[in-house]
């Protein structure tokens, strides 16, 4: 048992929440903020206060953003023929900073994963077939992660889309199996936006096992 003050005890427990950090790397960032000067904790919780409440979501892509729509869907210089579709704004900025694709973006919310009650009607499917409806796009590019749950969603995108008259591709394996996204050095990911292979509907995106996602949207 652990006799930290409450404070710090608190702290270290809101830090647990972030993504990747476990207790012990929670305490260490506990005890590196409470070191650093009292302007610069200040600053720091400015910072997160001034993000939460100046960014909203795009109500075309999803991303955040200061002004809607946001800075990349408002851009006329964009190839609006081409939409790539990623898990979550993180792989977004890693798919931009490859500064290899020029289309516009649309963030899922997440991957399928109906042990985490990720199942279509939690992520923004319904708003990527709104944005197909009528449109002129061309192309749909699945940027996910080499894992089950990116497998499966992959497989389920491609399924709902087959309705509309769009090139459905997929990045190409310079990503390894099990690799995020967002974590992808500009190299890598740059190579598999160029050799992004075809997917064609009902044909498996690959040949490990992934699990079957019935749920129909209604359109």
């Known amino acids: 048992m652990n006799n930290f003050p409450e404070p710090i005890g608190r702290l270290i427990d809101e830090l647990g929440q972030l ?16 070191k650093r000067r009292p302007d610069d904790r200040e600053r720091l919780a400015e910072a997160i206060m001034e993000a939460g409440g100046s960014l909203t979501a795009c109500s ?6 200061e002004s ?10 964009r190839d609006r023929g081409v939409i790539c579709v990623v898990a979550t704004e993180q792989d977004l900025l890693a798919v931009e900073r490859t ?6 973006y649309h963030v899922l919310g997440g991957r399928l994963s109906p042990a985490e009650g990720l199942t ?25 992660d080499h894992t089950i749950e990116g497998e499966s969603t992959m497989m389920y995108l491609t399924r709902t889309v087959s309705q509309f008259n769009v090139r459905v591709t997929r990045l190409a394996r310079g990503l390894p199996i099990g690799s995020e996204v ?25 040949p ?9 949207l209604s359109t």
């Open 60 to 65: 075309t892509c999803g991303n955040y953003t």
């Open 120 to 144: 279509p009607r939690e992520l923004n499917v319904r708003q990527l077939i709104a944005r197909l409806q009528g449109s002129t796009v061309r192309e749909i590019i699945l940027a996910f």
């Open 182 to 206: 967002g974590y992808a050095d500009e190299i890598t990911l740059t190579d598999a936006l160029k050799g992004r292979n075809e997917i064609r509907s009902g044909v498996p995106v690959t």
């Open 208 to 216: 490990i096992q992934t699990p079957i996602i019935t749920e129909k």
């Open 68 to 77: 809607d729509p946001c800075n990349i869907c408002s851009d006329a210089r």
């Open 19 to 34: 993504p990747g950090v476990g207790p012990k790397t929670a305490e260490r960032y506990a005890f590196a903020l409470l």
């Open 99 to 104: 500064r290899e694709f020029s289309g516009l």
